[in-house]
């Protein structure tokens, strides 16, 4: 893996998952909720440079990549993590088609997200944006991509807070 490859990922228990996937991973075991991972439907590029030109490219134009799977009885979820990293203080460009096929109304949504530096950015604000109709939890969960190897007991105390006790 490059130094930037690297940087994406964790390596837990001999496992490599992405940043963003472990974080998920962690709370999806403390409270038992289910995993939907978006992915396009024509697959990001693994190397790390083409990957960041495709994802600037996106940006600048406003895609909205299509979504692999969907998730079989949305209307049953009254609450929803939804994680991403963020990409030059955005969202990657298909949590944006995430949230045009699905209706949040009524939900509330937990935003978490593995970043460089920068944090949530604006995002939070974004995504209240998008889903004008939903309770948006504004103090999500985000960690440095430095950071997410040593983050399950700051995963666990937030989920605490949230009142998820383990």
């Known amino acids: 893996m490059t130094e930037e490859e690297r940087n994406s990922t964790v390596i837990i228990d001999g496992e490599v998952l992405g940043s963003t996937q472990y974080v998920a991973y962690v709370i999806q075991e403390n409270t038992g909720a289910d995993l939907f991972r978006i992915e396009p439907e024509v697959p990001y590029p693994t190397d790390h440079d ?17 979504i692999k799977d969907t998730i079989e009885n949305f209307d049953q979820y009254d609450t929803i993590f939804v994680g991403y990293p963020n990409w030059w203080s955005d969202m990657p460009m298909i949590l944006y088609t995430f949230f045009d096929t699905y209706d949040f109304s009524g939900k509330t949504i937990i935003p978490f997200n593995t970043n460089g530096g920068s944090g949530f950015s604006n995002t939070i604000s974004m995504i209240a944006e998008l889903e004008p109709d ?3 939890y504004e103090d999500g969960f985000t960690v440095s991509r430095n950071n997410v190897q040593e983050a399950e007991p700051d995963i666990l105390a937030w989920l605490n ?6």
Do not use: F, K
């Open 50 to 66: 083409t990957l960041v030109d495709q994802a600037a490219e996106e940006q600048d134009n406003g895609a909205r990549p299509a």
């Open 134 to 136: 939903a309770s948006i």
């Open 161 to 166: 807070e949230l009142g998820y006790s383990n």
